[in-house]
DNA sequence: TTAATATATGAACATATATTCATATATCAT
DNA sequence: ATGATATATGAATATATGTTCATATATTAA
């Protein structure tokens, strides 16, 4: 038995990704969208207008969650409708923390 | 009917309280130092010690989770023991995210 | 009180990041 | 092809944040 455990320890594989999910959704703005999208399909231009944001912003903000995963997408024309990757938000938050079921604990009950 | 619900928007308050907490966990060395503290108490010397830290980092790091009320603490003599505040985890994370349990979408599970 | 140990704090610095502006790219209709 | 619309991208800037160093505070023992 060694002083400390080895379990103590996270690799810094996990460390990195766990703080990247955390990363993503510590900013207002990426939650906004997050929240808009649990629920339906919105363009660029709808989350721009919706939120009060430039489309630049948004378009930045969602290559973010894009690459992480956390949103999905679909052109239709000219437009590229956004929308919550529900499979991989549900792998990473767990059940409880679902977007846009009724819990006590979910993802956007943290207040309070 | 309005065009966008108003459930479409986050009010500042809970928008701001969400984000603080994914703050607290995106950056590595708090996430270090929470799993850590999942099953065990700890002194700041100890925390530092483990995870090759300065004493600085730690203690200043540690007021962040301590303002969060991730972390609770105990004074016994010149040191100061911390530890998970699992109550709060739990309201937070909700049971799939507890630290220290054994489940396939947990808090530190987020790899792959 | 003084010395020793543990912890906290403030300033400085370097780095990361969110937003803005300007512009590039892509698709569709004509 | 051109024009119109939607989206993406790069550079610049301002702000936020993590770490370090030095020092302050707090507790205990002598």
Do not use: W
């Not at 808009?36 to 969650?65: F, M, P, Y």
Request: hydrophobic share 35%; net charge positive; charged share 25%.
């Amino acid at each position: 038995m060694k002083e400390s455990s080895k379990k103590d320890l996270l690799d810094e594989e996990t460390l990195f990704q766990v703080s990247q999910i955390f990363k993503a959704l510590s900013d207002p703005t990426r939650i906004k969208i997050m929240y808009l999208l649990r629920d339906k399909e919105c363009s660029v231009k709808q989350i721009a207008e919706t939120l009060g944001l430039l489309q630049s912003t948004v378009s930045h903000q969602l290559r973010t969650l894009k690459t992480l995963r956390l949103v999905k997408f679909r052109r239709e024309g000219t437009m590229i409708f956004y929308s919550a990757d529900d499979k991989h938000v549900y792998e990473i938050m767990g059940p409880s923390n679902m977007p846009g079921t009724n819990n006590q604990n979910g993802f956007f009950h943290f207040a309070r």
